[in-house]
């Protein structure tokens, strides 16, 4: 699978593997955000084989303590080279191996500890903006919709 042919898929949240703890400030903001629109705006993205979340760590757990059982998903080769992971805490370096590891073992990092980037026509750009924008109903994402 090559990164520009990126998959949208609807997952089961049991299925997810984090790498990253969240932000309760953050989360609870996300929580209330999700529940006036009553919709999640963006999928996240996930590593395609192994189901670790690249991108969407909170938006995950929003879901979760609302209840929900699926989440709308980008699906990436991580392998692919237009991929890259940035370290965002000093003196801590990550590499895509050590995050596959994290999210497989539960051995997970602090919140915000990596940044994903993916190369686009030159340009380094973070993978949030190829999540394109796809609006979910909050109660399609619950098994009894």
Partial sequence: MNFFSKKYVILKLSELRPHEEVQEELLSKLIQDIETSKHLIRPIAVDQKTKVILDGHHRVAALRRLGCDYVPAYEFNYQDNAIKVLQTREGRSVNKKE????????????????RHMVTLNGISTHISEVEKENPTLLKDLKRDH
């Fill in 99 to 114: 995050i596959i590891a994290a999210g497989l073992k539960g051995s997970i990092y602090p919140p915000k500890s990596t």
